[in-house]
C-alpha cells in the first residue's frame, strides 16, 4: 500500500528559498505525484504534477518560482523568492491500484 | 476555466443522510475520473471516493465503505455522493476534484471545487 510520508513542518525567511519533501513508500519510487497547496481558511489548489523523472507539469497561473524535482523515492517542490502568500499548508498526493488516493499528511510552511 | 460547484452539506443528526452534489463546467465531465475529499476541523485532507469516467467503477476508503455511495450523471454534469448513517467523525468539508488526464484510469488531481461543509451533530 503507498504511503506519502512528509515533515510536519518548515519555515524560511521573505525572500529565501525553500524545498519541501515528500517521499513514497518502498515499492512506489516510479510513482508521479502531485502537490497542491492550502493558504489559510482557502480550498486546496493544484500546483503541479511531479513525474519520478523530475518533469512536472504546472498549473494555470502557478509562478514560476514554484518547481519541482525527484530522486529516488524523493519528489521535492521548492519554492523560491519566499513571499507572505506562500505561507500555506503544502500536500502531496498520488493514487495506487484501481483508484485510491492518497494524501501525504501535509507540511505547513511558514514564512519569517 | 474549470468550474467545480459543490451543494447538499448541512447540519445532521448521527445516523442521517444527506446527498452531496458537484457540478462541474468548462470541461468535458465525461471524459474525466472524478473524487471526493474531505478535510476535518484543523485535519488534513483525506481521500473519500472516486468513480470512473462512464461511472461503472467505484472506488472508497476503508472509513466510509458500505455508507457512501459515489455516482455520476455525465448529461448533467454532475457528480453525486451518497452518505449514509453519518457519524460525528463524518463532520467535514467536503471537496469534488477531477483528474488531471483525459479517459484516465487514475487520479491526479488539477482542479478542486470550494467544498460544501457536512456537521454531524446532535
Known amino acids: 500500500q503507498l504511503v506519502l510520508t512528509q515533515s510536519p513542518s518548515a519555515s524560511a525567511s521573505l525572500g529565501a528559498s525553500v524545498k519541501l519533501t515528500c517521499t513514497l513508500s518502498?515499492?512506489?519510487?516510479?510513482?508521479?505525484i502531485a502537490w497542491h497547496q492550502q493558504q489559510p481558511e482557502k480550498g486546496p489548489r493544484f500546483l503541479m504534477s511531479?513525474?519520478?523523472?523530475?518533469?512536472?507539469r504546472k498549473g494555470d497561473g502557478i509562478p514560476d518560482r514554484f518547481s519541482g524535482s525527484s530522486s529516488g523515492a524523493e519528489r521535492y517542490l521548492t519554492i523560491s523568492s519566499l513571499q507572505s502568500e506562500d505561507e500555506a499548508v503544502y500536500y502531496c498526493?498520488?493514487?495506487?491500484?484501481?483508484?485510491?488516493?492518497?494524501f501525504g499528511g501535509g507540511t505547513k510552511l511558514t514564512v519569517l | 476555466e474549470v468550474l467545480l460547484s459543490e451543494s447538499g452539506g448541512g447540519v445532521v443528526q448521527p445516523g442521517g443522510s444527506l446527498r452531496l452534489s458537484c457540478e462541474a463546467s468548462?470541461?468535458?465531465?465525461?471524459?474525466?475520473?472524478m473524487t471526493w475529499v474531505r478535510q476535518g476541523p484543523g485535519r488534513g485532507l483525506e481521500w473519500v471516493s472516486a468513480i470512473s469516467v462512464s461511472g461503472d467503477k467505484t472506488f472508497y476508503a476503508d472509513s466510509v465503505k458500505g455508507r457512501f455511495t459515489i455516482s455520476r450523471d455525465n448529461l448533467k454534469n454532475t457528480l453525486y455522493l451518497q452518505i449514509y448513517s453519518l457519524r460525528v467523525d463524518d463532520t467535514a468539508l467536503y471537496y469534488c476534484a477531477k483528474d488531471v488526464t483525459p479517459g484516465g484510469t487514475g487520479m491526479l488531481i488539477d482542479n478542486w471545487g470550494q467544498g460544501t461543509l457536512v456537521t454531524v451533530s446532535s
Open positions: 511531479l513525474r519520478s523523472d523530475g518533469s512536472h
Open positions: 468548462g470541461f468535458s465531465f465525461n471524459r474525466y475520473v
Open positions: 498526493q498520488a493514487w495506487y491500484t484501481g483508484i485510491h488516493v492518497v
Open positions: 518502498s515499492g512506489h519510487s516510479d510513482y508521479t
